[in-house]
C-alpha cells in the first residue's frame, strides 16, 4: 500500500510540474480555495468528464493521471474501430490490436531501443480510448484544439506509467515510423486500398515485412492481448 501510495504521489508531482507548479487550481490540489466568483464560474462550465468502468472520473479537458487505469484503456481501445470501421472481416479492426502491432513493428525495427519506449509505443493511441480515432484529414479539418486535447491526454496516460510527458525526438520518429508500416499493411489488407493509391497516400516505408498478415481480433481477445503487452513490456511495475 505504502509503494502504490508513493508512486501516486510522484506522478502527482510530475503532473503539476508539467502544468506550471503546484499552486496551480486542479482537482488535485484541493487547499486552493476558490472565490465566490470563480465558484459560480465553475459551475456553470459544462461537464467535461466521463465516468470510466474503473469507477475513475476523467476530466477529457484536464485530466489528471491519477484517473488513468490501463484496464479502461484496454477495454475502450478494443471498442475503437481504426479506419472508421470501414475494414474487411467478422470484426472490426481495433486500435487496441493495432497497437500490439505497431509495438511488434518498432521492436523489429529498432531491437534496441530501451524496453520504456517499447512501452510508450503500446500507448501511443492511448487518448483515443475516449476521444476515438479520427482518420488524419478530419484531425486536420479541427485544427489546434483537438490536438491540445489529445496532447494533455498522452501526456498524462505516459506520467501515470511511468515515462516522460514528451518522448525524445528520436523516439518519436521511430515510433511514427512503425505506424506507418502498420498503415500500409491495414489500408492494403483490409480497408480495400490497392497498394497503388496506398502509396499515394501513406508510401510503404523500408523495412515494412511483406510476410504479416492481419485478421481483425474480436474485442476481448484485443483487449486481452493489449494488457498481456503491457505487462509483458513492465507497465505494472510503474
Same mark, same amino acid.
Not at 493521471?65 to 487505469?69: Q, W
Not at 493511441?125 to 483515443?128: I, K, L, N, R, V
Not at 489546434?144 to 491526454?153: A, F, G, P
Not at 521511430?174 to 502498420?182: L, N, Q, T
Given at each position: ?6 508512486e501516486k504521489?510522484?506522478?502527482q508531482q510530475?503532473?503539476?510540474e508539467?502544468?506550471?507548479g503546484?499552486g496551480?487550481d486542479?482537482q488535485?490540489?484541493?487547499?486552493v480555495?476558490s472565490s ?6 465553475k459551475r456553470?462550465?459544462?461537464r467535461?468528464w466521463?465516468?470510466?468502468l474503473?469507477?475513475r ?7 489528471s ?5 490501463i484496464?479502461?484503456i ?6 475503437v474501430?481504426?479506419?472508421?470501421g470501414q475494414?474487411k472481416g ?5 486500435v487496441?490490436?493495432?497497437s500490439v502491432?505497431?509495438?511488434k513493428?518498432?521492436?523489429?525495427n529498432a531491437?534496441h531501443?530501451?524496453?520504456?519506449w517499447?512501452l510508450?509505443?503500446?500507448?501511443h493511441?492511448?487518448?483515443?480510448y ?6 488524419t484529414?478530419?484531425?486536420a479539418?479541427?485544427g ?7 496532447? =494533455? +491526454?498522452d501526456?498524462?496516460? #505516459?506520467i501515470r506509467?511511468?515515462l516522460?510527458?514528451t518522448? $525524445?525526438?528520436?523516439?518519436?520518429k @521511430? ?8 498503415a ?5 489488407q483490409?480497408?480495400?486500398f490497392?497498394?497503388e493509391d496506398?502509396? =499515394? +497516400?501513406?508510401?510503404?516505408p #523500408?523495412g515494412?515485412p ?5 485478421? $481483425?481480433?474480436?474485442p476481448?481477445? @484485443? ?5 498481456r503487452r503491457?505487462?509483458?513490456?513492465g507497465g505494472y511495475?510503474k
Open positions: 500500500m505504502k509503494r502504490q501510495a508513493d504521489v510522484t506522478a510530475l503532473y503539476l508539467i502544468r506550471g503546484a496551480h486542479i488535485m490540489n484541493r487547499s480555495k465566490p466568483k470563480t465558484a459560480t464560474a456553470h462550465t459544462p467535461a466521463q465516468r470510466m474503473s469507477g472520473r476523467l476530466d477529457i479537458i484536464d485530466p493521471p491519477m484517473d488513468i487505469e484496464e479502461d484496454a477495454h475502450g481501445l478494443a471498442r474501430s481504426r479506419w472508421n475494414t467478422k470484426f472490426p479492426l481495433s487496441a490490436q493495432h502491432i505497431v509495438e513493428l518498432l521492436h523489429a531491437p531501443l530501451d524496453q520504456k517499447q510508450a509505443t503500446l500507448l493511441d492511448a487518448p483515443e475516449v476521444i476515438g480515432d479520427m482518420i484529414p478530419f484531425k479539418v479541427l489546434d484544439h483537438y490536438r491540445q486535447i489529445e496532447s =494533455k +491526454l501526456a498524462v496516460v #505516459r506509467f511511468g516522460p510527458a518522448l $525524445p525526438d528520436y523516439v518519436t @521511430a515510433i511514427k515510423r512503425a505506424d506507418r508500416m502498420a500500409w499493411l491495414e489500408a492494403t483490409l480497408a480495400g490497392s497498394e496506398a502509396n =499515394k +497516400l501513406f508510401p510503404k #523500408r515494412t511483406a510476410t504479416m498478415r492481419i485478421r $481483425p481480433r474480436p476481448a481477445e @484485443a483487449a486481452s492481448q493489449f494488457l503491457f505487462d509483458i513490456l511495475r
